[in-house]
T-cell receptor
Framework: GAVVSQHPSWVICKSGTSVKIECRSLDFQATTMFWYRQFPKQSLMLMATSNEGSKATYEQGVEKDKFLINHASLTLSTLTVTSAHPEDSSFYIC????????????FGEGSRLTVL | QQQVKQSPQSLIVQKGGISIINCAYENTAFDYFPWYQQFPGKGPALLIAIRPDVSEKKEGRFTISFNKSAKQFSLHIMDSQPGDSATYFCAAGRTYKYIFGTGTRLKVLA
């Protein structure tokens, strides 16, 4: 089946620094990818829709300047958490839709961000 | 934002038993209802999904029952195994934009 890969799987950074998380579709092209955030023992919250070649679409309440999304190619989307603070610590997960328009989303393994 | 209500929050089942998780949605425009399984520290993986034009779908030990009029759907795991111990999320939406339920932590006792 299709595979979505995320890197890094975990990262620790100091407060005030920026962190970039990559999401790749390994065996298929994805013009759209989705970024989710998940707090411990909580549900997945959609943050934004990443669109290849155009600006990302952010969900209500998500800071665009805090969470920069770039979808530079058909297989890569990146999420950059800028000027990270401890409250940004979370599990970030990307996903990509299947090619057959079945409705299925393929999720990456997630990236655990800890901001000290 | 539209909610998807999921229950129970946690569930303990004996090996070989049936695990049942329920979800309810609000938006009648939703046309895709998946169930995801998530292990600690991992991304969710699709278990089974249903569209509103059918009332039931079965894949192996997993069955979705769908009640369109009540706006409810449920996941049944037959012959539950210790390896099924995980967190299960229902979701609902359309065109790949899904709202997830709050999750059910299932523990299957050996």
């Amino acid at each position: 089946g299709a595979v979505v890969s995320q890197h890094p799987s975990w990262v620790i950074c100091k407060s005030g620094t920026s962190v970039k998380i990559e999401c790749r579709s390994l065996d298929f092209q994805a013009t759209t990818m989705f970024w989710y955030r998940q707090f411990p023992k909580q549900s997945l919250m959609l943050m934004a829709t990443s669109n290849e070649g155009s600006k990302a679409t952010y969900e209500q309440g998500v800071e665009k300047d805090k969470f920069l999304i770039n979808h530079a190619s058909l297989t890569l989307s990146t999420l950059t958490v800028t000027s990270a603070h401890p409250e940004d610590s979370s599990f970030y997960i990307c996903s990509a839709p299947d090619r057959g328009n079945t409705g299925e989303l393929f999720f990456g393994e997630g990236s655990r961000l800890t901001v000290l | 934002q539209q909610q998807v209500k999921q229950s129970p929050q946690s569930l303990i089942v004996q090996k070989g038993g049936i695990s049942i998780i329920n979800c309810a949605y609000e938006n009648t425009a939703f046309d895709y209802f998946p169930w995801y399984q998530q292990f600690p520290g991992k991304g969710p993986a699709l278990l089974i999904a249903i569209r509103p034009d059918v009332s039931e779908k079965k894949e192996g030990r997993f069955t979705i029952s769908f009640n369109k009029s009540a706006k409810q759907f449920s996941l049944h795991i037959m012959d539950s195994q210790p390896g099924d111990s995980a967190t299960y999320f229902c979701a609902a939406g359309r065109t790949y934009k899904y709202i997830f339920g709050t999750g059910t932590r299932l523990k299957v006792l050996a």
